[in-house]
C-alpha cells in the first residue's frame, strides 16, 4: 500500500514559480512509475508528467514541455514538480500518482495506469 501527499500549492501571478512535492509512504516508492495530473474546474483530469521508476525517463505533455520539470529523491521517498513561468490556464488542483507494477519501463500518460492517488493541492495563478 502507498500513501501519498501532495504540499506546495498556493497563489502565484504568472510568470512565477513553484515547486510541488509529494511525500510517499510504503517500500514500492522507490521501484514504481510516478506521475503528475491535474483538474481544473469542469475539466477532466489531465495528464502532466511522468517519471520512470529509476528517474531516468521523464515525459511531458505539450502544454508543460520546456517549462515544468518532473523530479524524484528516492532515498527521501518524495517526488517533485518544479513549475516555472506559469500561466493562468495552469490553474488547477494537482495531484500525484504512483503505479502498482514495479521495476516497469513502460510509463503511462493515461490516469488508469495509476492505481495510488493523493489528496491534491490547488494552484491558482493570477493574470
Known amino acids: 500500500q502507498v500513501q501519498l501527499v501532495e504540499s506546495g500549492g498556493g497563489l502565484v501571478q504568472a510568470g512565477g514559480s513553484l515547486r510541488l512535492s509529494c511525500a510517499a509512504s510504503?517500500?514500492?516508492?522507490?521501484?514504481?512509475?510516478m506521475g503528475w495530473f491535474r483538474q481544473a474546474p469542469g475539466k477532466e483530469r489531465e495528464f502532466v508528467a511522468a517519471i520512470s521508476w529509476s528517474g531516468g525517463g521523464t515525459y511531458y505533455s505539450d502544454s508543460v514541455k520546456g517549462r515544468f520539470t518532473i523530479s524524484r529523491d528516492n532515498a527521501k521517498n518524495t517526488l517533485y514538480l518544479q513549475m516555472n513561468s506559469l500561466k493562468p490556464e495552469d490553474t488547477a488542483v494537482y495531484y500525484c500518482?504512483?503505479?502498482?507494477?514495479?521495476?516497469?519501463?513502460?510509463?503511462?500518460?493515461?490516469?488508469?495506469?495509476?492505481?495510488?492517488w493523493g489528496q491534491g493541492t490547488q494552484v491558482t495563478v493570477s493574470s
Open positions: 510504503g517500500r514500492t516508492f522507490s521501484r514504481s512509475a
Open positions: 500518482a504512483a503505479s502498482r507494477r514495479m521495476y516497469s519501463d513502460n510509463v503511462r500518460s493515461d490516469a488508469a495506469g495509476y492505481d495510488y
